[in-house]
């Protein structure tokens, strides 16, 4: 049998979500699971925020002579020693730079065309230079200097005004008609952002492990009662739109934890400087009854993600 | 301190300088703001339900105690029981349905410490009793 198509998978397993409906049987973060495991091309994009937390001037380091010098000069006590930058060579300068030397793998990517810098990113309206802001020329981004502002601004794509939805919020509306219903096309694991928020999506917001369960619930007719009778209240229209907003994401949560696997957890046996693993489909191992569980780890930094198969990850 | 952390407001720690939660925060999909939502997620709302779970059915803390024994005394009598909680909890105003819910869900419980607790329990992780309106 040809593995599914992501559309045919979808087509085919996630009615009752195309209908709108809560896919019950799955949870929110189980419709992904199965979605990784059962497509051949499954992709995800990996987004990490810093809120401006890197020293990227540290980061990359330009090592010509003169340019090195300037960067020492102003650096002072902070600059790296020029012979402990890692080289490379931009194809599309003629200049070389070094990495931090504790980028040792993200120089070996670098030389496989698999890293790619984007340096001077920031926000501004239009094209503007150091004389026309000094002369009050050029429209700016809003409270420019305000570092949650620009966090703000660099999550929304929108600079001149408050903006309540983000860029990948945005994404995931255009999106989600692909995938339908309840779908999660977004998943965050740094609590709720205005990155993740879109119009009509919900993702799933998570500060922890999206997974955990409630606690209680133990099976006896007496709990299988509460846990229904808790639920039934979150379905009730209250008419009130706050009450109606908490039921939602209360919902959403534990639909999210039902039947679901662990999306992340720490990475203690991890080779790589990685404090983030998710499972999904592992389509280059070999079968083993003994995997109960997604075995795919990606490490997303500083090796590039990859599927991995270690024996010692078998019992996740 | 534990919990306070779990649900993203452990006492002197917010995590910027701007506190908790942003009061411009847009709720998802509404027109309204509601600053607290920032911080009430798929996670810290789990968790905040196991923490009511904590609060009845187990302990927070070896020196904290949930005294429930109004509730139990008022147990034999379901409406009553539910009468307490509303008022206590809900300001009097728990709704016909949640009402009719936790009735039923009661009623089938024979043990008067454990109706207390499940009532306790129903109407603590609610989003009724959740948001004060």
Same mark, same amino acid.
């Given at each position: 049998?040809?593995?599914?198509?992501?559309?045919?998978?979808?087509?085919?397993?996630?009615?009752?979500?195309?209908?709108?409906?809560?896919?019950?049987?799955? %949870?929110?973060? #189980?419709?992904?699971?199965?979605?990784? &495991?059962?497509?051949?091309?499954?992709?995800?994009? +990996?987004? *990490?925020? /810093?809120?401006?937390?890197?020293?990227?001037?540290?980061?990359?380091?330009?090592?010509?002579?003169?340019?090195?010098?300037?960067?020492?000069?102003?650096?002072?006590?902070?600059?790296?020693?020029?012979?402990?930058?890692?080289?490379?060579?931009?194809?599309?300068?003629?200049?070389?730079?070094?990495?931090?030397?504790?980028?040792?793998?993200?120089?070996?990517?670098?030389?496989?065309?698999?890293?790619?810098?984007?340096?001077?990113?920031?926000?501004?309206?239009?094209?503007?230079?150091?004389?026309?802001?000094?002369?009050?020329?050029?429209?700016?981004?809003?409270?420019?200097?305000?570092?949650?502002?620009?966090?703000?601004?660099?999550?929304?794509?929108?600079?001149?005004?408050?903006?309540?939805? %983000?860029?990948? #919020?945005?994404?995931?509306?255009?999106? &989600?008609?692909?995938?339908?219903?309840?779908?999660? +096309?977004? *998943?965050? /694991?740094?609590?709720?952002?205005?990155?993740?928020?879109?119009?009509?999506?919900?993702?799933?917001?998570?500060?922890?492990?999206?997974?955990?369960?409630?606690?209680?619930?133990?099976?006896?007719?007496?709990?299988?009662?509460?846990?229904?009778?808790?639920?039934?209240?979150?379905?009730?229209?209250?008419?009130?739109?706050?009450?109606?907003?908490?039921?939602?994401?209360?919902?959403?949560?534990?639909?999210?934890?039902?039947?679901?696997?662990?999306?992340?957890?720490?990475?203690?046996?991890?080779?790589?400087?990685?404090?983030?693993?998710?499972?999904?489909?592992?389509?280059?191992?070999?079968?083993?009854?003994?995997?109960?569980?997604?075995?795919?780890?990606?490490?997303?930094?500083?090796?590039?993600?990859?599927?991995?198969?270690?024996?010692?990850?078998?019992?996740? | 301190?534990?919990?306070?952390?779990?649900?993203?407001?452990?006492?002197?720690?917010?995590?910027?300088?701007?506190?908790?939660?942003?009061?411009?925060?847009?709720?998802?999909?509404?027109?309204?703001?509601?600053?607290?939502?920032?911080?009430?997620?798929?996670?810290?709302?789990?968790?905040?339900?196991?923490?009511?779970?904590?609060?009845?059915?187990?302990?927070?803390?070896?020196?904290?105690?949930?005294?429930?024994?109004?509730?139990?005394?008022?147990?034999?009598?379901?409406?009553?029981?539910?009468?307490?909680?509303?008022?206590?909890?809900?300001?009097?105003?728990?709704?016909?349905?949640?009402?009719?819910?936790?009735?039923?869900?009661?009623?089938?419980?024979?043990?008067?410490?454990?109706?207390?607790?499940?009532?306790?329990?129903?109407?603590?992780?609610?989003?009724?009793?959740?948001?004060?309106?």
């Amino acid at each position: 049998m040809p593995r599914m198509s992501r559309r045919g998978f979808l087509k085919t397993t996630c009615c009752t979500a195309a209908a709108g409906v809560a896919a019950a049987s799955f %949870g929110r973060l #189980g419709l992904v699971n199965a979605l990784a &495991q059962t497509s051949q091309d499954y992709r995800a994009l +990996v987004c *990490i925020f /810093l809120f401006g937390g890197n020293d990227a001037n540290n980061l990359i380091v330009p090592l010509s002579s003169s340019d090195y010098a300037n960067y020492a000069n102003i650096r002072g006590g902070l600059a790296i020693p020029q012979g402990q930058l890692l080289p490379v060579q931009p194809k599309s300068l003629s200049v070389t730079y070094g990495f931090h030397p504790k980028f040792v793998e993200i120089q070996s990517m670098f030389n496989q065309n698999q890293v790619a810098l984007l340096a001077n990113v920031g926000t501004l309206v239009q094209p503007t230079t150091r004389d026309q802001y000094l002369q009050g020329l050029a429209t700016v981004p809003q409270n420019l200097y305000s570092h949650a502002d620009q966090q703000q601004q660099m999550q929304t794509a929108t600079l001149n005004t408050f903006a309540e939805v %983000g860029w990948g #919020g945005k994404l995931a509306d255009k999106m &989600q008609s692909i995938y339908g219903g309840n779908f999660p +096309v977004l *998943i965050s /694991l740094a609590g709720s952002n205005v990155f993740a928020e879109g119009l009509v999506v919900r993702a799933i917001e998570s500060s922890g492990d999206p997974t955990t369960p409630l606690s209680g619930f133990y099976g006896s007719s007496e709990d299988n009662a509460r846990m229904a009778a808790l639920q039934s209240l979150l379905t009730f229209d209250t008419g009130l739109s706050l009450i109606q907003s908490a039921s939602t994401t209360t919902s959403n949560a534990i639909q999210a934890a039902r039947h679901s696997r662990p999306l992340w957890r720490k990475a203690p046996n991890c080779a790589r400087r990685s404090q983030i693993r998710i499972s999904g489909t592992c389509s280059n191992c070999p079968r083993d009854t003994n995997w109960e569980r997604p075995c795919a780890i990606w490490c997303l930094a500083p090796k590039r993600p990859r599927v991995s198969c270690r024996p010692e990850l078998r019992s996740m | 301190m534990w919990y306070a952390n779990n649900m993203r407001q452990q006492p002197f720690v917010p995590t910027t300088v701007f506190n908790f939660y942003p009061p411009n925060y847009q709720i998802p999909g509404t027109q309204l703001l509601g600053p607290e939502f920032k911080i009430l997620n798929d996670s810290t709302t789990v968790l905040r339900i196991n923490f009511v779970n904590d609060l009845v059915y187990g302990s927070v803390s070896s020196t904290t105690k949930t005294d429930i024994s109004a509730y139990v005394s008022a147990a034999p009598d379901v409406n009553k029981l539910l009468d307490l909680v509303s008022l206590n909890m809900l300001h009097g105003q728990m709704s016909d349905g949640m009402r009719s819910t936790l009735s039923s869900t009661i009623s089938a419980i024979a043990d008067n410490t454990r109706r207390a607790k499940s009532a306790l329990y129903l109407t603590g992780s609610s989003s009724q009793f959740q948001v004060e309106h």
